[in-house]
T-cell receptor, first 111, second 111 residues
């Protein structure tokens, strides 16, 4: 089973920030949080990952709570092209073990 | 450019036929994965391989087979034993910092 829980769907107005939550209350100390997104009928795309510090790249920001039991992916200025399913997973970086995806959050960006 | 190539993109099969989906990567990644996705659903793990000549079953391996004779290649065979093979199949490889890189997928339809 997936180690994360996410809301099944969210809406966001175009141009506003999209904040996608993820709960990972059983995360281990050596597990990282990874985010991916999947646009309809395409392969998922890696977005960002982090261990405990907040991370930012050209696509998004990742905020991880101090207890590491939850995180939020932030798309600062959502566009229509950000409409996709977003997946949050946790895993050990050095492990080539199973990587399990949950159902993710379907984000709809509204004009 | 480095990446993962899946072929064919679309495939039609008659009931009772085996079919092999190709997955090739030139990223020099050790680990590779096969996932199945049904309409409106998340990704389910079929098989994964951590190294050449070694692979493990995922959560839904029944009716599928794989081989890993070369680092670059991880073909998936959908056998006639798979009762409901119509689905979108995704192949991925694993970077040593934990990110998965996905191909564009193969859509299999059983007629």
């Amino acid at each position: 089973d997936a180690k994360t829980t996410q809301p099944p769907s969210m809406d966001c107005a175009e141009g506003r920030a999209a904040n996608l939550p993820c709960n990972h209350s059983t995360i281990s100390g050596n597990e990282y949080v990874y985010w991916y997104r999947q646009i309809h009928s395409q392969g998922p795309q890696y977005i960002i990952h982090g261990l405990k510090n907040n991370e930012t790249n050209e696509m998004a920001s990742l905020i991880i709570t101090e207890d590491r039991k939850s995180s939020t992916l932030i798309l600062p200025h959502a566009t229509l092209r950000d409409t996709a399913v977003y997946y949050c997973i946790v895993r050990v970086v050095t492990s080539y073990d199973k990587v399990i995806f949950g159902p993710g959050t379907s984000l709809s960006v509204i004009p | 450019d480095g990446g993962i190539t899946q072929s064919p993109k679309y495939l039609f099969r008659k009931e009772g036929q085996n079919v092999t989906l190709s997955c090739e990567q030139n990223l020099n990644h050790d680990a590779m994965y096969w996932y199945r996705q049904d309409p409106g659903q998340g990704l389910r793990l079929i098989y994964y391989s951590q190294i050449v000549n070694d692979f493990q079953k995922g959560d839904i391996a029944e009716g599928y087979s794989v081989s890993r004779e070369k680092k670059e290649s991880f073909p998936l065979t959908v056998t006639s034993a798979q009762k409901n093979p119509t689905a979108f199949y995704l192949c991925a490889s694993n970077r040593n910092t934990g990110e998965l890189f996905f191909g564009e997928g193969s859509r299999l339809t059983v007629l």
